[in-house]
């Protein structure tokens, strides 16, 4: 018979909310929130529009918001694995490859065409190297001439190595499977060399991509970059997909000079799927992407309390939203049935209603309110999360908080509740602070469009 120990150990490591996100993973424990309304499935729109592009002269491209650990990473790589047949799917992971703090146009470019390579390379097309050199050597040029450092140069075998992508290959969905996903380039060695690698980062300062934009100068980087999709899709005999995951976690002024202040990730050859961040997304400025991209679209948290009330009566206790909830127990229960336990014998339902409350219908952190509520019952000795060790859980969690929710957060939250909306202006790095770390949250339905306070916040205020 199991100890504890052996019992939750395995279940333990399948609720982990931090790390790279995983085809397997997502192959088996993805829950489409809208399963049931394809209409309103992200996953769905995303790939309806995709394959309606197909063959249009101007290829697809849009991004996708929501708060950090909201599940856009799994939306993206489920969406890659059901384009397989139909597209050349390439992953690029702009959080392991870049600085994203510092990163600008030249080095998202940059690492595009690698990952491009990379991944043509990982399947054995047998991309022509010297289509990739090209596109180094344009950079390498660039940053020579306007950052004058002339000795500036670019070896594409050790930028490669600092490049994570990955490419999905539908030869297992022709015999009914998911789609295979294959480590690029020189990460078959193992991702413990990826970590090791320091990111791509050119130093090219801000102000040159204007520079950039001047017709020559894009037409030899652009240029460099759609000959090197062009090739893959001539030897994949298939149109290209670039998923570009990562950028949300840079901040909103970066996600404004990427996505809206300039037209060069819209301007690769190919489909284009870019993930930007939240506070972006709540800005005025947000909606000159529009101009720019085909779709700029959120994934929303499933709403697990009822629309709460502004004014006077935002502090009212929250109703629970069963729909909300229920999409959270899915997420618990696939989790679990992959060791062929249900979800009623590992935590009793009262207890997960808790924890699909107090996580706000963040999935992150439900894996995380999961995770730490399995680890005492480990301790304990005991087979089943209850209702105390996931209160427990759940208070632990609240503890951490506090400390760092300052008076400035604290009624700039109270204001946000207050009025229903952001205030801006002299508040917004406040805000833009609080809707990054969780401690605010945006949901959004068929009809409506709202904030709430996390509900480990709420109780603090």
Known sequence: ????????????????????????????????????????????????????????????????????????????????????NDYFVVWFDAEMSLATETANHFEVLLGMGLAIHATAEAVRLKPDKRLARKLLNSLSKFVAKHEERDSFTLNLDQVLKQVFAITFIAGAGAVGGPPAAVLAGAFAVGVNEVLKATRLELNVRDELVKTLELPPNRQEVIGALNKIIEETERK????????????????????QMLFAGSALLAEPASAKLYSAPIEFYHRLIAGNATSLFDEYTMLPNPPVHQ?????????????????????????????????????????????????????????????????????????????????????????????????????????????????????GGAQENLEDNLLRSLYLLSYQDEKNFWFDAHPNVLPLL
């Not at 670039?242 to 949300?248: A, E, K, P, Q, Y």
């Open 307 to 423: 629309r709460p009330p502004t004014g006077e009566h935002w502090r009212m206790e929250r109703s629970p939203n069963e729909d909300g909830l229920q999409i959270m127990r899915k997420v618990v229960a696939r989790r679990l049935t992959a060791h062929g336990k249900s979800a009623a014998e590992i935590i009793t339902p009262a207890a997960l209603e808790m924890l699909s409350r107090a996580s706000g219908g963040v999935m992150r952190e439900l894996i995380g309110y999961f995770r730490d509520a399995a680890t005492s019952a480990q301790l304990l000795g005991k087979m089943q999360v209850n209702e105390k060790i996931a209160q427990d859980a759940i208070d632990e969690r609240q503890l951490q908080i506090a400390p760092r929710l300052n008076v400035d957060y604290r009624k700039a939250l109270r204001q946000v509740l207050e009025q229903g909306a952001l205030s």
């Open 1 to 84: 018979m199991d100890t504890a120990q052996d019992f939750w150990r395995p279940i333990i490591n399948d609720f982990n909310p931090v790390g790279q996100i995983r085809p397997d993973e997502v192959a088996r424990f993805f829950v489409d929130r809208k399963e049931k309304d394809p209409n309103r499935s992200r996953v769905q729109r995303l790939k309806r529009s995709l394959l309606n592009s197909k063959g249009q002269v101007k290829p697809y491209k849009a991004l996708l918001t929501g708060h950090v650990g909201s599940g856009k990473s799994s939306e993206l790589m489920r969406l890659g694995q059901e384009l397989a």
């Open 236 to 255: 994949s005999k298939k149109p290209m997909l670039v998923i570009t995951d990562g950028l949300d976690k840079i901040s909103a002024a970066r996600a």
